[in-house]
């Protein structure tokens, strides 16, 4: 990996959830902050969701997948992080 650019970095954060009997993750926007400093420091461009549904995390974990194959030559490695 010797190119600045590395790739893309997804973070999912879902502090609140739909489902009333899922509690909230307190402390998830701690960990999300933390997950976007690094992947930042390793030159990722991160893209973080809040708060998703799972629908919504399997469409774009689809998303990246997919959109990925466009970009071989320019992108090492996208990450997805829920």
Aim: a positive charge; aromatic letters at 16%.
């Amino acid at each position: 990996m010797d190119r600045k650019f590395r790739g893309f970095a997804c973070i999912i954060n879902n502090h609140k959830f739909l489902d009333t009997r899922l509690s909230d993750r307190d402390g998830t926007d701690v960990d999300c902050k933390q997950l976007t400093d690094l992947f930042q420091q390793l030159h990722f461009k991160v893209h973080v969701f809040n708060d998703v549904s799972a629908v919504v995390s399997k469409l774009l974990s689809l998303y990246f997948h997919l959109w990925r194959g466009g970009f071989y030559e320019l992108i090492q490695f996208v990450y997805l992080c829920m």
